[in-house]
């Protein structure tokens, strides 16, 4: 007999199993499953193998969902049509046996922005006993991740009631519907398709390049997932989300196979972790304009100062220049609109020594990093700033390492984006946000004030836009510095953008890791003049920031090709009516 059979613990945890039948949890699997057979006599009667878990299993089902003479309980799903007409003719051989026609939800999309959508599936004993007052069956389906889950208030509708009169003898006299099923509110996602779409394909198809080592791109065997992050930098919205490896939603509506969930959990790239929301990376050379506004603000260097950069700095543990690690040459002499240009480590080492690490943390608090961002989704982290927890000892090399980015820096894309959302619109942090809005099922506009409110009580965090005063000279310079990434010669990703007509402010970065090879990371926002979009892209194992911005290329150009056309940008919904039968 199989230790397992595939299905019987899809649905219910295995302690919750043991508590129905009060037997131990220390029984093995096979153990528990003879138990049950022998408990319904199932081993007296001639079945074989396979009817005898049919029935264990039908058994279970009704012991765990209170059977009775007017609670049913669902035996079968997605059955044919052929099975419902066989059915059908035997009503009189089958008592007790109804064929009811449901609704559920259905991704029409697949995989698409599945880590931000989330899904649905059956609720489970312990969410009905918590939620049974609040309009629950113990059938029912309830969001389990993503918007799916956070939004579970609105997007729930209400059960109709249906009234029974039966006779002396249980059998049923008449039927009239005494309270009718109304459907859920409908909740509009920021997210634009086509760069979703966009997003998707290119962030599996860099990474697979990466993987492989495919023309133009230096083999890193161990480059397996990624995400990337586009906003409106205006108004915090999200353009496109996407996580790498994914997943189906469709898989979990009806119950998970027992060997899919298996291989889901146990694979290592973790494809069911929104790696935007949840994951959290050294920011790596991305780090640098930040690094240069609190120079610059503090003081301690100036818009034409030039810094010699010797390859080797002189100071603390003497860490070198990444230029000069691989090629052994220097920069020279270079201001900060240069350093960034080139990405030159022993130009921001001076700096940090100069400014020290309490201004570093200062202007990284201001920026939003090391905090939530508010998006309307659970599994938000916070992330950590270096230099931030005073506990800890710290000594000037710490300061070299934070200044580029390394240390104990490590934040999520999504705050990264926001980051670069708020150099690219002159100073104003916005609050992330994925949800567009929510109106009835009778269209009428739920006010945002009440789902903000609604937000910030089940994620229990609260967030509000900040208006930071920046020194706009600075920032010039710092974007000058990052345009000429992309477009001059010399530039870390001048490769990836010179051909294209999008005016970009980019600026790569190579990420050390505590084992294998260095995550990749690009971050930019276009265009220079008037900027309205920011994307975040990191490719974990990737190595190159250059490599990473294959990812985001793409998505400006389709993003700026749909503003040309001035196509109205498509939405995904998740429309409560949406379903399938």
Same mark, same amino acid.
């Given at each position: ?93 089958? #008592? ?430 276009? #265009? ?54």
């Amino acid at each position: 007999m199989d230790s397992v059979k595939e299905g019987f613990y899809a649905d219910s945890q295995r302690t919750s199993l043991c508590e129905t039948y009060g037997i131990e949890t220390t029984l093995t699997d096979t153990e528990i499953l003879n138990y049950i057979y022998e408990k319904y006599g199932l081993n007296d009667i001639g079945f074989n193998e396979d009817e005898k878990f049919k029935v264990a299993r039908l058994r279970y089902e009704l012991a765990t969902n209170v059977f009775s003479l007017f609670s049913s309980v669902t035996i079968a799903k997605d059955v044919s049509y052929e099975t419902m007409a066989i059915i059908e003719e035997s009503k009189g051989e089958l #008592p007790g046996i109804e064929i009811n026609v449901n609704s559920k939800r259905y991704y029409p999309h697949g995989t698409l922005a599945s880590h931000l959508i989330g899904y649905v599936s059956s609720i489970s004993s312990e969410e009905y006993q918590k939620l049974k007052g609040e309009g629950y069956l113990y059938n029912s389906s309830i969001g389990k991740m993503g918007i799916e889950t956070t939004m579970e208030r609105y997007l729930k509708g209400d059960n109709g009631l249906k009234r029974t009169e039966v006779d002396a003898e249980g059998e049923i006299a008449a039927e009239y519907m005494y309270k009718e099923s109304m459907s859920g509110n409908n909740v509009t996602l920021t997210i634009d398709y086509r760069l979703q779409t966009i997003a998707e394909t290119n962030l599996k198809k860099v990474i697979n390049n990466i993987a492989t080592g495919a023309p133009g791109y230096v083999k890193q065997k161990d480059a397996n997932a990624g995400c990337v992050i586009a906003l409106d930098v205006n108004s915090g919205e999200v353009l496109a989300m996407a996580s790498y490896p994914t997943f189906n939603p469709n898989d979990f509506v009806s119950g998970i196979k027992y060997s899919k969930w298996k291989a889901l959990i146990e694979n290592k790239t973790k494809p069911m972790f929104n790696r935007v929301i949840s994951g959290t990376y050294s920011p790596g050379s991305t780090f640098k304009m930040l690094s240069a506004l609190a120079g610059l603000d503090s003081k301690v260097i100036t818009l034409t100062e030039k810094i010699k950069d010797n390859g080797r700095y002189e100071h603390a543990n003497h860490p070198m220049c990444w230029v000069y690690s691989y090629y052994g040459r220097t920069h020279g002499y270079i201001n900060v609109t240069q350093a960034i240009k080139v990405s030159c480590n022993c130009f921001f080492y001076e700096v940090g020594r100069r400014m020290g690490i309490e201004n570093l943390v200062k202007y990284a608090k201001m920026f939003g990093l090391g905090s939530k961002t508010g998006i309307e989704l659970y599994g938000e982290v916070s992330g950590m700033i270096a230099g931030a927890n005073e506990e800890m000892d710290w000594y000037l090399g710490d300061t070299l390492s934070a200044v580029i980015g390394q240390s104990y820096n490590s934040f999520t894309p999504v705050q990264l984006a926001n980051y670069i959302s708020t150099l690219a619109n002159g100073g104003t942090l916005n609050k992330v946000s994925v949800v567009k809005n929510v109106t009835t099922n009778e269209y009428e506009n739920i006010p945002n004030s009440e789902i903000v409110a609604y937000i910030e009580d089940i994620t229990g965090y609260k967030f509000r836009s900040t208006k930071l005063t920046l020194n706009e000279k600075h920032v010039d310079a710092i974007v000058e510095g990052m345009r000429s990434v992309t477009s001059e010669q010399g530039g870390t990703s001048y490769i990836v953008f010179k051909n294209s007509d999008i005016e970009v402010a980019g600026k790569t970065g190579t990420a050390q890791v505590s084992s294998g090879t260095p995550n990749g990371v690009f971050v930019g926002f276009a #265009p220079i003049e008037n900027p309205q979009i920011a994307v975040v892209a990191i490719v974990e194992h990737g190595d190159s920031g250059s490599a990473v911005a294959n990812i985001v290329k793409p998505i400006l150009e389709e993003y700026f090709n749909i503003s040309k056309d001035g196509v109205n940008k498509d939405v995904i919904d998740i429309l409560t009516p949406s379903i399938s039968y």
